[in-house]
């Protein structure tokens, strides 16, 4: 289920197209254009701050977050996971060992390509529909979730306060 390199790119690519996504090393508050949206997203969406995240929280976020997507998935639906610029995944949220590290051999067999995490901690991590109905967008520097389509919205917006998120639009 691991995407190959072209397959990664041309993910990579609908998501600058669709999304407008423009990646940046500036954090909400260290910007001076921190009102500048990184994404275009359908209505509707939703954005939330992760300021003040204990580490309980996010620990939590894994399990949370993989229920809120498994819940807005439909039957037979897969979704993309992706670690932006470096690896991406297409995978049936329902099955648990699609969702694991994958060992790729680079010659001396040591290279693993990370499953995206579900808290973006230095990394943009994305989990998509696979035709994009809807979203959940991790912005590291900004601490941001991003969230956008009408079967995932609800699901987050059930979980966000036990994860201390705080909603900003």
């Not at 992760?50 to 976020?61: A, N, P, R, Y």
């Not at 956008?148 to 909603?167: N, Q, S």
Request: glycine residues 6%; proline residues 8%; aromatic residues 16%.
């Amino acid at each position: 289920m691991l995407l190959n390199e072209q397959e990664t790119r041309a993910l990579e690519d609908r998501v600058s197209l669709e999304l407008r996504f423009r990646p940046s090393a500036q954090g909400r508050s260290h910007s001076l254009l921190w009102w500048k949206r990184p994404f275009r997203l359908p209505k509707p969406w939703a954005v939330y701050a992760l300021d003040g995240v204990s580490q309980e929280q996010i620990e939590k976020t894994p399990e949370a977050v993989k229920a809120c997507l498994l819940s807005a998935t439909e039957p037979g639906r897969r979704l993309y996971a992706m670690d932006w610029y470096h690896c991406a995944f297409l995978y049936d949220p329902r099955k648990e060992e699609e969702q694991k590290r994958v060992k790729l051999e680079d010659g001396d067999g040591k290279y693993r390509a990370p499953f995206p995490f579900y808290y973006p901690d230095g990394d943009y991590y994305f989990f998509l529909d696979e035709d994009f109905c809807f979203g959940y967008l991790g912005h590291p520097w900004r601490k941001e979730i991003w969230v956008f389509g009408e079967a995932l919205l609800p699901e987050i917006a059930r979980v966000a306060p036990g994860l201390g998120w705080k909603k900003l639009r």
